[in-house]
């Protein structure tokens, strides 16, 4: 009986109904740096929501902005996390570009969230203010 108990608990649990987890839900692995963690979430990011220019792009913008360092601040502290969201936009952009049920961090410095919204965000209307000014073949390729 405490055989079938131990097997019983190992086993997986069947999907909620409702997936929370949403999109990217990726977890930092043991040794793995920031800077490589936060490039998988755009890789992700970029994967669900194709951007001009691409995951090349998108990383390299966020290393332009913020050195992939997710809780990077301007000096002011008025732009924030990855791809320095504006503070006094980053309330709207965070309630128009996230669903509930995903379950996200509200905050500007979560590199999770901070990818997602920026990327849904040139998926949908380009880079806007981002532009990759400064992203040549060479900051692509690294």
């Avoid at 890789?43 to 995951?55: D, L, Y």
């Avoid at 792009?57 to 997710?70: F, V």
Wanted: charged share 25%.
């Amino acid at each position: 009986m405490l055989v079938v108990g131990t097997l019983l608990a190992a086993a997986p649990a069947p999907a909620a109904a409702e997936d929370r987890s949403g999109p990217c839900d990726l977890h930092r692995e043991e040794d793995e740096l920031v800077r490589r963690f936060s490039r998988r979430l755009i890789r992700c990011a970029v994967g669900r929501w194709p951007v001009h220019g691409g995951t090349e792009k998108a990383i390299c913008i966020a290393r332009r902005e913020s050195g992939l360092n997710p809780r990077s601040r301007s000096e002011t502290g008025q732009y924030l996390g990855l791809y320095q969201h504006d503070a006094d936009l980053w309330g709207g952009r965070y309630s128009s570009w996230t669903r509930e049920r995903w379950a996200l961090n509200p905050r500007a410095l979560n590199g999770r969230s901070n990818a997602i919204v920026t990327i849904r965000m040139a998926s949908a209307n380009g880079w806007g203010p981002w532009r990759g000014e400064g992203c040549t073949a060479e900051d692509l390729a690294g």
